[in-house]
């Protein structure tokens, strides 16, 4: 059952009629009904996969996942490669592709940005709808000659991070990655419609504290927390260094070297 702030009811539609069986079982899935006049916010299942659409006039276009067309195929290309700062951040190198454990999986940008450079990824996301959008567009994925063997490297868990790593069976990620949600109101972050759309669905991530302490407690090489760049860090203890970009941050917490 998906919840959200009040007065944002959600429904699940399907934009033609031969997507209704397949919208029947994202409903059900979901815990979200087919009719609801009042509704804040729309599921849609069309021949472009699943996609949340804001309702009403002033709703801008519908957020989905895709890995293989648009900003992620620009970025896989012509995005910097390993000289990115996200990479240099969790410690890709020469001779070395962390495991990567990405605790805050959103739509998944950064984690493919970091499987399409090599490194095994882990994601979770506790956000059903959210979660929803991620395995559709993993899923869509797995079928494109390129983009396919990338998508095979990540490997999605739902549910809340901070009680699946304190409950972590077996070997330990390398490498942890954060990026909750900041909770401040930021213009340009608003203008942005998947910004528009995360704040309803996923509010502020107050627990970041939490999901810090058990990352440090889970991690064997290092903690990596991408904030914007003029925010806080989250509070608990301090990262050794940061890489500091246009608009955001990495805060490192280092436990052990990466080697080759
Ligand atoms: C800012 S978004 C992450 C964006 C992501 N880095 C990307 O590149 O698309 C934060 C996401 O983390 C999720 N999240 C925050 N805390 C979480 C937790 N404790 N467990 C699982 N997911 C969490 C939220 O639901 C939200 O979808």
Request: with cysteine; hydrophobic share 45%; net charge neutral.
């Amino acid at each position: 059952m998906v919840e959200l702030e009040q007065g944002m009811g959600i429904r699940v539609e399907a934009l033609s009629a031969e997507f209704q069986a397949q919208a029947q079982v994202w409903a059900e899935r979901l815990g979200v009904p087919l009719v609801d006049d009042e509704a804040g916010f729309a599921v849609q299942v069309g021949p472009d996969g699943l996609q949340i659409q804001q309702l009403g006039p002033q709703a801008p276009g519908p957020v989905r996942v895709d890995f293989v067309e648009g900003q992620a195929a620009h970025r896989r290309l012509y995005g910097g490669g390993n000289g990115q700062m996200i990479a240099k951040a969790v410690g890709i190198a020469q001779g070395v592709r962390p495991q990567v454990l990405d605790a805050t999986a959103g739509l998944g940008k950064d984690a493919f940005v970091l499987a399409s450079l090599g490194c095994q990824m882990t994601l979770i996301e506790r956000q059903p709808l959210i979660a929803a959008l991620l395995e559709d567009g993993l899923a869509r994925a797995r079928g494109d000659d390129e983009v396919g063997a990338i998508v095979e490297r990540m490997h999605l868990l739902t549910g809340n991070a901070i009680e699946r790593m304190r409950a972590w069976e077996g070997e330990p990620p390398q490498v942890i990655y954060l990026d909750p949600m900041f909770p401040h109101r930021d213009k340009s972050a608003l203008v942005k419609k998947e910004m528009r759309v995360f704040r309803p669905l996923v509010g502020d991530d107050l627990d970041a504290p939490a999901l810090l302490e058990a990352a440090l407690a889970l991690a064997s090489h290092r903690v990596v927390v991408k904030r914007p760049r003029k925010a806080p860090i989250i509070d608990g203890p301090k990262p050794s260094h940061s890489l500091e970009g246009k608009s955001s941050r990495y805060d490192i917490y280092p436990k052990k070297a990466l080697k080759a």
